[in-house]
């Protein structure tokens, strides 16, 4: 332990603080809203002796244990070889800081373990924290849990906003005060599901979309995974975020070392906007471009709803058409192409295409892609098996499964084991050959069911495993992470990827509340959003074509049905659309994303840079009030700005109130507004009918 009594770091937003007592470990002593930790009066000055107490004190320390004196949660789980639990208890400390990081050693001299958390501030100003556990002993070790994080939430804490999910349903946003015992949200399917990742934020008294204390995190991994808040009995409350290990399933050698994954932490007093933002920046961080940085998205055409699994070559060609003529830039064909793949009943794991389809393989077609100016894009789903295979019936022993038991099939699928070595190269093997002798630039890579029974961590690591060897393999070619739509989207899996398949649901009704679900945890670049059919495969609603393509256009554009079959003026406006989002693009994923609300079930949406963004005025369901009233924008506080209304996505057929004329001369020319002006009075806008929304340009001129 270096001599400082305060080990700190420090965000533009937020500080930590760790305070050095009379014991081996350092307690913790803030970690919030930023503050001078020097002034700060010591911890161990603070705490009077409670009755019915041991005698000396035991605050919560940077590697909490219980055993002698801490009756909160443990940091770790380790047992011997002999499946007896080791009674840990950390007696010396070390720590180090470098600029923007701090590290944390903990040693056991007793059982030899150590235990290490890094602290490391994040481009965009959020904080990431890494744990690993070192068996510096000379026998085995098991490792139960190691909590990636751990760390005490402050007195102002209020609420906890989460999300769930299934199929179809993604993002589905929970509100719940902070808990009298503890709150639990555990994944136990295999994967990370339809919730979203392994994260919530934790409101602070007053905190809304703009202001106050929002602490957001984000577990950076891709199964089953636990994140639980407990109330002290002192109290307060801690936060933890963990994998879940399956018993006996992580042993450490001598020597040997356990990372878990880690925890992305955004902390701000700028609401859930500001802690939104830092976690932007730590997403954009773990996402790999190829040629090292992100080019401008290109639009895509998917092919599934279009045709599902009916595969010709002559069909598909015409539809690679039709998408060339509407400005697609990126073809992709979806499910349905490779051998026996008539239905979803044969063919996962033989990754060859089917002859009858394709009788020269899919080169001839993705070169006519490549001629008709677009990327060609395939989907595979390289982590499941149909019984009905050639894959299987060569090797019914390489999917999860347990000995004598059934093996329980989901859209008639199995899971592979992707602990195998072999199965991994066999998989390698089959995408390396499409990628090395296809003109390739894309795979949708998705994974259609829950593992039953679970592969554990070591299912997931496989999987990253082999991501990752393609990646180093065919560096140029992006990834989409796809799981029956967003069942796994989340910062694990962010390291391999480049885009996230959202839902299956693309009625854009279902879709404001669920892309704003995704974006508190992932930026807009990533977020696949695409122009579907009405009415909507997944809902069965209607929607008009400019509603539909309004909300796409707040993430990676894509449309997902056949311009041939549309009637020529629908096709022109979607094609019109296309061309709208790739004037804007640059400025749509600029960088920065702001939400809100405004009065009478009005949602917005402002993307962009800091000088100049598109705002999305959006209304789902009718509104109560006879008049519109104006959508304050505390982002635009203390600049001047040019706001310029640029398009009016509504329902056809459906009367639209005439604008004041102030509104409507918006159209032709932008009108200067001060900042003052759009945060308090408020933009004003026309009230708008049920499924419509208004998008505006805005640039600051001061
Ligand atoms: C999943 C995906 C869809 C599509 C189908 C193909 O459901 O989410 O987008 O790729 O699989 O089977």
Not at 165 to 182: D, L
Not at 564 to 581: H, I, N, P, Q, S
Request: aromatic residues 8%; negative net charge.
């Amino acid at each position: 332990m270096s001599d400082a009594e305060l080990l700190d770091l420090h965000g533009e937003e937020w500080s930590l603080v760790l305070e050095r007592g009379e014991r081996a470990v350092p307690v913790w002593r803030h970690l919030g809203v930023r503050v001078d930790p020097g002034a700060l009066p010591k911890l161990g000055e603070l705490r009077g002796a409670a009755t019915f107490s041991l005698e000396g004190d035991h605050a919560m320390d940077a590697f909490p244990v219980a055993g002698l004196g801490w009756f909160g949660p443990s940091i770790l789980a380790v047992r011997g070889a002999d499946g007896q639990a080791l009674r840990v208890h950390f007696d010396g400390c070390d720590a180090d800081s470098s600029e923007g990081s701090l590290r944390v050693v903990a040693t056991d001299s007793v059982n030899d373990i150590e235990c290490e958390t890094r602290f490391r501030v994040v481009p965009g100003g959020g904080l990431e924290v890494s744990a690993s556990l070192t068996n510096r002993s000379d026998r085995l070790i098991i490792v139960d849990r190691l909590a990636s994080a751990m760390f005490p939430l402050g007195a102002s804490s209020r609420e906890i906003i989460s999300w769930r999910g299934r199929h179809n349903a993604e993002f589905v946003e929970c509100r719940e005060p902070m808990p009298e015992h503890s709150w639990v949200r555990e994944t136990r399917r295999g994967l990370t599901g339809h919730g979203g990742p392994c994260g919530a934020y934790v409101l602070s008294e007053d905190t809304g979309w703009h202001s106050g204390l929002a602490i957001a995190m984000q577990l950076a991994w891709s199964g089953d995974a636990r994140l639980a808040i407990e109330r002290d009995d002192e109290g307060f409350w801690i936060a933890m975020a963990e994998t879940v290990i399956a018993p006996g399933e992580v042993t450490l050698a001598p020597g040997e070392c356990y990372h878990a994954p880690p925890l992305l932490l955004a902390i701000s007093t700028k609401g859930r906007n500001g802690a939104m933002a830092q976690m932007h920046g730590a997403l954009r961080e773990r996402i790999v471009w190829p040629r090292g940085g992100i080019r401008p998205r290109p639009v895509h055409l998917n092919s599934w709803e279009a045709v599902y699994f009916s595969h010709d070559e002559a069909r598909i060609g015409e539809l690679a058409e039709a998408a060339a003529a509407i400005g697609i830039e990126r073809f992709i064909l979806d499910d349905g192409w490779f051998r026996a793949r008539d239905h979803d009943r044969a063919g996962l794991g033989d990754w060859e295409a089917d002859p009858r389809k394709y009788p020269q393989g899919l080169k001839p077609l993705a070169d006519k892609v490549r001629r008709l100016g677009m990327e060609f894009g395939l989907w595979v789903e390289p982590e499941m098996v149909n019984p009905d295979s050639d894959l299987y019936r060569a090797h019914p022993d390489w999917v999860l499964a347990l000995e004598g038991r059934e093996r329980p099939t989901a859209r008639n699928q199995l899971v592979l084991d992707m602990r195998r070595e072999d199965v991994r190269d066999y998989l390698f093997g089959k995408l390396d050959q499409l990628l090395s002798t296809v003109d390739i630039a894309y795979l949708k890579w998705d994974h259609n069911r829950d593992h039953a029974p679970s592969g554990g961590a070591a299912q997931t690591r496989g999987t990253y495993a082999l991501l990752e060897r393609l990646r180093t393999a065919h560096p140029k070619v992006e990834i989409e992470s796809c799981a029956g739509g967003g069942g796994r989207i989340d910062a694990g899996i962010a390291s391999y990827t480049h885009r996230f398949w959202t839902s299956d649901n693309i009625d854009a009704v279902a879709r404001v509340p669920m892309q704003r679900g995704f974006l508190a945890f992932m930026p807009p670049e990533v977020m696949g959003a695409h122009v579907g059919a009405s009415p909507s495969h997944a809902t069965g609603r209607t929607q008009s074509l400019d509603f539909r393509a309004a909300i796409a256009c707040q993430g990676h554009l894509g449309v997902e049905l056949d311009p041939a079959a549309m009637e020529e003026g629908v096709r022109a406006k979607l094609a019109d659309w296309l061309g709208f989002w790739k004037e804007w693009r640059h400025v749509i994923i600029g960088g920065r994303t702001v939400l809100g609300e405004a009065a009478d079930g009005l949602v917005w949406q402002a993307q962009g840079t800091d000088d100049e963004l598109l705002l999305w005025l959006i209304r789902s369901d009718h509104g109560a009030d006879r008049r519109a009233r104006p959508v304050l924008l505390p982002f635009a506080e203390d600049r001047e700005w040019d706001v310029q209304f640029l398009r009016h996505a509504g329902q056809s057929g459906v009367l639209t109130p005439r604008a004041a004329p102030a509104i409507a001369a918006m159209r032709e020319k932008p009108h200067r507004f001060s900042g003052d002006w759009l945060a308090h009075a408020g933009l004003p806008v026309p009230a708008l009918a049920a499924e419509s929304a208004l998008i505006y340009h805005l640039r600051a001129v001061s």
